[in-house]
């Protein structure tokens, strides 16, 4: 990995909000290079809506915990310069330790709100955009959400450079 790069990550959650845990959490480069992708057992939540992540508890039942990992995670964000995601609140991250305060966060979940609401979706996104994710939940991996955000980033990017250049 070099030094000082853009990567790209999807993180997902247990729920209910108050209890939240991270169960998933994928890191790539631009390049679609991965660089980190493990699910996680939690220690509060025992049970989630798998509908919302696709992830079903018993998957992460003989996983580790996140803070297993939290040195090799931490290692990978600080050779950040910059951090793309999707609706995704660092808040969860800071909460197990980990610091991005250094990092430029671009959550395109910002620049993509149309209506404000459970419309603005990564399924929109990506169709928006013309990103063939797996419709079917449980077949999407982190792997997928994370190359689905890289690149609806670099779409993205072409209309902002294309709008600049009017």
């Known amino acids: 990995m070099s030094n000082k790069q853009t990567l790209i990550y999807w993180v997902d959650l247990t729920g209910p909000a108050v209890l939240d845990e991270i169960v998933r959490l994928t890191i790539m480069d631009t390049n679609d290079n991965v660089l980190f992708n493990h699910m996680f057992n939690t220690k509060l939540v025992d049970w989630w809506y798998s ?79 013309g990103y063939n994710l797996p419709t079917n939940i449980y077949e999407r991996s982190g792997i997928d959400y994370a190359k689905a955000v890289n690149y609806c980033y670099h779409e993205m990017e072409n209309y902002r450079q294309a709008q600049e250049n009017k």
Do not use: M
Not at 55 to 81: C, D, M, R, V, W
Not at 113 to 129: M, P, S, W
């Open 51 to 129: 509908d919302l992540n696709g992830i079903k508890p018993e998957e992460t039942f003989n996983q580790q915990q996140f803070e297993n990992y939290k040195n090799k995670i931490q290692t990978i964000f600080n050779h950040a310069s910059k951090l793309i995601t999707f609706n995704s609140s660092t808040f969860f991250l800071d909460k197990q330790g980990i610091k991005l305060s250094n990092n430029r966060i671009d959550d395109l979940a910002n620049p993509f709100r149309v209506t404000g609401d459970e419309n603005d979706t990564i399924d929109n996104l990506c169709a928006y955009y």
